[in-house]
């Protein structure tokens, strides 16, 4: 419908308009944002358009596949989303609002999002999926939430997990909140050799930190000889890191709120949900 359409520089899809595929909107250049229906229920594939930094995307609708937008700087998703990915390639990317209903980061979820300095994991996540941070060169600290449980999981598809952080070069401190998440492949555990398969911060910085309760799965895996990372225990007083961004839990007032950035649409009873970037 608007392929190659390089002339659109914006685009309104009315709310008669329940589902759409995004391979509708390809290689429109000069598109830089979009308001979808308020009464889209499904909203499936990618789209492809360097241009874009401002989105509207109605609250219930999740998936929606946002790989190599070069121009988005920023990202609110709405609550209720439990999975989110979509995003790897986005070298603009600084800041994203993770919802509290988040349960997993998808593999590849923000893969080579070199601008990403930090980002809130909210407590409620469940597994952080292979590659999901890869190479997000900009992210200096993080913070696990006390309900992780996995990093790892053997499968047949070992593919699917592992090299969470790798190539993450300033990533310095690690704070991983839950005493029993799985970090490392059962095989590679129990014959004490190099893992093959997970090494979930290979090639961060070279004096990485791992933050953890004594005696948690987070100490057993600084510890192991192939890692020799450097473990610094903490306590139930730990709150994040200085300089915030990074905490287990986001304090009242810290998400900004969503704003409409074309005059047209100000007036229109719609649900604000992911608005890039935001004012």
Not at 53 to 74: K, R, W
Not at 104 to 117: E, H, P, R, W, Y
Request: overall charge negative; hydrophobic content about 35%; some cysteine.
């Amino acid at each position: 419908a608007f392929y190659n359409c390089n002339g659109i520089t914006s685009l309104y899809i009315p709310d008669s308009v329940i589902t759409m595929n995004l391979s509708a909107i390809v290689s429109c250049a000069a598109l830089s944002s979009i308001q979808f229906s308020e009464n889209l229920t499904s909203i499936v594939g990618a789209i492809d358009c360097p241009s874009l930094t401002s989105v509207t995307i109605p609250q219930g609708v999740a998936g929606v596949d946002f790989s190599d937008c070069t121009g988005l700087t920023s990202i609110v998703i709405p609550e209720g989303v439990t999975e989110v990915d979509g995003f790897s390639g986005c070298t603009s990317l600084t800041y994203v609002s993770l919802p509290s209903t988040t349960e997993v980061i998808g593999q590849s979820a923000f893969q080579n999002c070199t601008s990403l300095k930090s980002i809130t994991l909210p407590e409620g996540l469940r597994s952080i999926r292979g590659y999901a941070f890869q190479n997000c060169t900009s992210l200096t600290s993080i913070v696990i939430p006390s309900t992780a449980e996995y990093l790892w999981r053997d499968s047949l598809s070992n593919f699917d997990w592992g090299h969470a952080f790798d190539g993450c070069t300033s990533l310095s401190k690690v704070a991983i909140l839950s005493r029993d998440v799985v970090l490392e492949s059962s095989y590679a555990l129990e014959s004490m050799y190099t893992p093959y398969y997970s090494d979930q911060f290979e090639n961060c910085a070279d004096d990485l930190t791992l933050y953890g309760y004594p005696g948690s799965t987070t100490e057993a895996y600084a510890n192991y000889s192939w890692n020799n990372f450097s473990f610094s225990p903490i306590d139930d007083s730990f709150s994040g890191f200085p300089g915030g961004g990074d905490s287990a839990q986001p304090s009242s007032g810290t998400i900004p709120t969503p704003v409409l950035d074309k005059a047209e649409f100000a007036n229109k009873a719609v649900t604000v949900t992911w608005t890039l970037p935001l004012t």
